[in-house]
């Protein structure tokens, strides 16, 4: 996020600190929410400091308080998604006072913020996804053909990327749930996945045979393979700490380059594959808004969304009368 010139004030707020501290824990929100929310409140802290002169006392401000707010980040030309992010997070942040009595209503309550453009999710075709796959062993086979040139990529390394792109294209894992899962999240028998996905709240997901060799081959390289509370996927072999979403995603642009795909394409896009492949292929969108832990059908539709403008797009060049 863009913050404003008087950005370097240092931010001393007891109710912002209590909120971020909840998000954390109670709520147990991914790095990238309690992130833009920190810097989407602090944002609005600063700004009523170098505005109003004061820092905010929450719940004293009214709606024109916020109004001018929103002018300023319309100023500022920022993207729609992004005003929208900020007033998510100022939300967010009043339902919490107001839980706690500090305020009695919501003051950004009806403002009129800018629509979010609608933007269908971008996915991979079957064929890329399979190209995708085989780009962790390509890596490999090529290291090992130029004998020793540029830095050394290891087998554990290249195992482990291998498992990771096959997981979370079986199970349509968000990445955070990806490096939250332990070893006993693995059910072998069952070909079953425990899940703790946004919120704490848990589900269960099938795995598929191809996955589960793929984390099998991985472990099977490691001097000691996870057990327990140990996390599936490891940052490296020297230590039982878990594989960052910031690691996980530098390693994937190279994995999308190797396989002649769009080096700017996020590991989310895999989940969207996911979801996209399988109502292709005739699944009911209430069982894929279940796998996904969409908490509303709403969210899952978009995807419907997808393959309906695919559908029209073959029935266009096909069909004769078209």
């Known amino acids: 996020m863009d913050e404003p010139s008087n950005a370097r004030t240092e931010i001393r707020d007891k109710w912002i600190s209590k909120f971020l501290a909840h998000l954390a824990t109670d709520r147990g929100a991914s790095v990238y929410t309690q992130r833009n929310y920190s ?161 704490k709240k848990e589900r269960l997901v099938p795995i598929g045979e191809p996955a589960l060799k793929a984390v099998e081959n991985y472990w099977d390289v490691l001097a000691k393979p996870p057990v327990g509370l140990n996390p599936v996927f490891l940052a490296d072999t020297k230590k039982a700490a878990p594989l960052a979403p910031v690691q996980l995603s530098r390693r994937f642009k190279k994995y999308l380059s190797l396989a002649g795909l769009d080096p700017n394409l996020t590991p989310h896009k895999l989940r969207h594959s996911y979801a996209t492949h399988l109502l292709d292929a005739g699944a009911d969108l209430r069982s894929v808004q279940e796998l996904l832990g969409h908490a509303h059908l709403i969210t899952t539709q978009v995807y419907t969304h997808v393959t309906t403008e695919r559908l029209k797009k073959a029935y266009d060049e096909a069909h004769p009368r078209a």
Request: charged content about 30%.
């Open 39 to 199: 810097q989407a409140l602090t944002e609005f802290f600063r700004w009523h400091l170098g505005e109003r002169k004061s820092p905010p006392v929450w719940e004293k401000l009214q709606r024109d308080d916020f109004r001018s707010y929103l002018r300023f980040v319309g100023r500022n030309k920022l993207s729609r998604a992004a005003i929208q992010l900020r007033f998510s997070a100022l939300r967010s942040f009043y339902k919490f006072l107001m839980r706690h009595g500090v305020v009695e209503n919501l003051p950004i309550k009806n403002l009129a913020l800018p629509k979010l453009e609608k933007r269908l999710p971008r996915f991979l075709t079957i064929q890329q996804m399979v190209d995708l796959l085989k780009a962790p062993k390509k890596l490999l086979d090529s290291q090992k053909e130029k004998k020793g040139a540029g830095r050394p990529i290891s087998t554990e390394v290249c195992l482990r990327d291998a498992a990771v792109i096959e997981t979370i294209y079986s199970c349509g894992l968000r990445i955070s749930e990806l490096c939250g899962l332990r070893a006993d999240d693995i059910d072998w028998s069952e070909q079953i996945v425990r899940v703790r996905g946004k919120g």
